[in-house]
């Protein structure tokens, strides 16, 4: 009877906790407050950050890094963690401080971790000045601006209030953007690993269905494919990965910069604005960049891989292909084939997918994606948009998770033969 007894009430607990698990929600983010002033002559900025770490994202070897150009008059995170900062060189990001956290005990509360700083946006050996100059900001992760943790994939939500962001400027970033005068609001309630901003004087805006882009002129060649291809890759996306992961509307910013190749967070893109490259080929193919907003928009849904692991390709690999698929759906099957050609010879001599470590950027963004051609041509193209239904709803963070999604969709054989070829050199 007491057995049956203790045997009854551990059923109800593992019932309970099956409940439970399926209940639980996704932990709160941690999240950034930055409050600051940016001299508009210099672009010396003095800032004060609150970051909200949650317990999840307390990590072993908790770091910060911060460019060293910043002088930090306070960093601390309250009783029970100590934080000591030291100077690091990590290239490409070049000279940091490095702020560690050491906590006397694994937190289970949110610790507050505040950081005063000030220093120039613009570090002094940058020529090109894209961080800060007259005519643009363009603040993200590598301009070491805003303390990051070291990994750099803490992601988090994020309000910011940023006084002297003069009234000439137009500002884009993701979320919900105000300004009014020099003072600049972001509210965002999606968590990412980055803060971008851009704010430059002179920037028109398109609005699309769920699209905003942001370009000097508007007219240019190359907007007109961002304008047409953007509204249209995003519809193709969302019908194919479900609704889009992001709260507003999207936005392209074509800066100003003369460097740099397009970049994406969620929901926000930039490229530069080719101004000077259309002046020499003016008889481009609008294919080349429409392929490009199409692999940066698919990031919204592939972006929860680390890209330090093997496991990248779940961003690269899938925003290629996913690409690709758009690049067929829009300009036709012969054009698809064009692209493809070029990568079945540049994936030659890529090595492996999967290798215990990040892949070639050869792998991950030629052989990956002809290897997702090859999976769709086995498993055929409704399974394949299938699988792609389920992976956009759950974005995959390791390679098991595609897998398993693959076996669901197609069986097991079909997965682990896929597995192979990811690890086939
Ligand atoms: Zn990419």
């Given at each position: 009877m007491r057995a049956v007894r203790a045997l009854a009430a551990a059923l109800l607990l593992a019932v309970t906790t099956a409940a439970a698990a399926m209940a639980a929600p996704e932990p709160t983010p941690s999240h950034y407050y930055l409050k600051g002033t940016i001299?508009?002559?210099?672009?010396v900025m003095t800032a004060r950050l609150t970051i909200t770490l949650q317990p999840q994202d307390?990590?072993?070897?908790t770091a910060f890094l911060l460019g060293a150009r910043f002088n930090i008059r306070r960093a601390d995170a309250g009783p029970g963690v100590k934080v000591t900062s030291e100077p690091l060189d990590l290239p490409p990001l070049g000279k940091l401080t490095r702020l560690k956290l050491a906590f006397a005990k694994r937190p289970t509360r949110p610790v507050i971790l505040h950081i005063d700083y000030a220093g120039?946006?613009?570090?002094?050996?940058?020529?090109?000045?894209n961080a800060y100059s007259a005519k643009l900001m363009e603040l993200r992760?590598?301009?070491?601006w805003l303390p990051v943790r070291s990994d750099l994939s803490l992601a988090f939500t994020a309000d910011v209030d940023l006084k002297g962001?003069?009234?000439d400027r137009v500002a884009v970033a993701q979320g919900q953007v105000s300004h009014r005068g020099d003072r600049l609001r972001i509210h965002r309630d999606f968590a990412d690993s980055d803060l971008p901003i851009v704010a430059a004087p002179g920037l028109k805006k398109f609005v699309g269905p769920d699209i905003e882009i942001y370009a000097l002129?508007?007219?240019s060649p190359l907007i007109r494919v961002f304008e047409k291809h953007g509204v249209q890759a995003l519809a193709f996306d969302q019908k194919l990965f479900?609704?889009?992961?992001?709260?507003g509307p999207v936005r392209i910013v074509a800066s100003p910069r003369t460097k740099g190749s397009a970049y994406a967070r969620k929901g926000f893109i930039s490229s530069s604005d080719g101004a000077d490259e259309i002046k020499a080929?003016?008889?481009?193919?609008p294919a080349t960049p429409a392929a490009t907003i199409a692999h940066e928009f698919s990031h919204a849904w592939w972006?929860?891989?680390?890209?330090?692991?093997?496991?990248?390709w779940l961003a690269e690999s899938m925003a290629e292909y996913s690409s690709m698929r758009y690049i067929e759906h829009a300009f036709g099957p012969a054009k698809l084939e064009t692209f493809l050609v070029k990568k079945r010879k540049a994936a030659?001599?890529?090595?492996?997918?999967?290798?215990?470590k990040r892949a070639t950027r050869a792998a991950l963004y030629q052989r990956g994606p002809l290897l997702l051609f090859d999976l769709q041509e086995k498993i055929g193209r409704a399974k394949m948009d299938e699988l792609l239904g389920v992976l956009g709803r759950d974005p995959p963070h390791v390679t098991g998770d595609f897998l398993q999604a693959l076996s669901a969709v197609a069986g097991e054989d079909v997965a682990k033969d896929f597995e192979a070829k990811l690890r086939a050199s």
């Open positions: 001299q508009p002559k210099t672009g307390v990590v072993d070897d120039p946006l613009r570090a002094a050996d940058d020529p090109d000045g992760l590598e301009e070491t962001v003069t009234a002129d508007l007219d479900g609704p889009l992961p992001v709260d080929h003016p008889d481009f193919d972006w929860a891989a680390d890209p330090f692991s093997e496991n990248y030659k001599d890529s090595g492996p997918i999967l290798a215990g």
